[in-house]
């Protein structure tokens, strides 16, 4: 009971700080609709053993990774915009080590960092954890994926753990865990706009609704943020790409990417994941481009239960 109690005071904690992120963002929504001009430059971002190599600063407006797997297990990104003031030093002295905790504490072991406990910062309510960014990917994969970034400063990491070790925390305090900073500069970008072969709208209330199918080969695919909402996980939605085999059980698939069961996001994943696109603020739009061949796969939220929600959908395709 006491664990429960405490669950839901973090969940508490999780919940105002990503409202609060929410509001700000808001107030931005315009500027994901006018995606401007075009420098063609991709940002090449690598994930080798537990690190990113990546840029440290970029322009604002639409910017397009190219995110590689080099490594042996699942990863993904996920910018975290930082309040002003903060970086990369703030986020691995105080939110990667008590998230830390809360994994441990969920996963019923002693805290790694004892002095910190589950206790967030007070700026840790100015954190938008909703600044998007690829899907699970698994190792040897590469997925190209374009969305709008405000100025600021941010926080690239992954929290798929390694023996209950969330991949943004390293218990070595001299080394980083996966995170990485980019600043975003407010001059802006000059990137195309990808054209689109399909499309996908999601919305707490509709779940994943497609306009066009998946084709064999390359596609393009925008996905609309129509609204957002925190969900039991304390996520909000978003959209991941499984490619299913015989042995693919979609619902142990649904439960390991809740990072808040135990076991839950821990490596190795149990299916191959093909990227997709990470939660983004209501209004967004991300465009991610995969090459398809004949097979049975899947789009899945990260979010508990997706297929009540509409946000489970397999699909097939033959050449
Ligand atoms: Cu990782």
Redesign the pocket.
Known sequence: MKFQLKLILIGTLLSIAWLGCRNENESDKSQNSEFVKTLNNIIEVK?RG?TFEAPDSTFSGLNTFRFTNESGMV?FFILAKLPEGKGIEDHQAFLAPVFQNIVDQINGKEFSEPELGVNWPDWFSEVSYLGGGPGLLSPGETIEISFNLLPGTYVME?Y?KTNGIA?SYNPMHDVYG?AHELIVTSEQSEIELPKTTLKVNISAEKGFEFEGTPSFGKNVIEVNFVNQKAYENFLGHDIHLVKLNDATNLEQVAQWMNWASPGGLETPAPAQFLGGVNEMVAGSKAYFTVNLVEGKYAWISEIPDPESHNMLKRFTISN
């Open positions: 994930a537990m990863h992954c798929v991949h996966m």
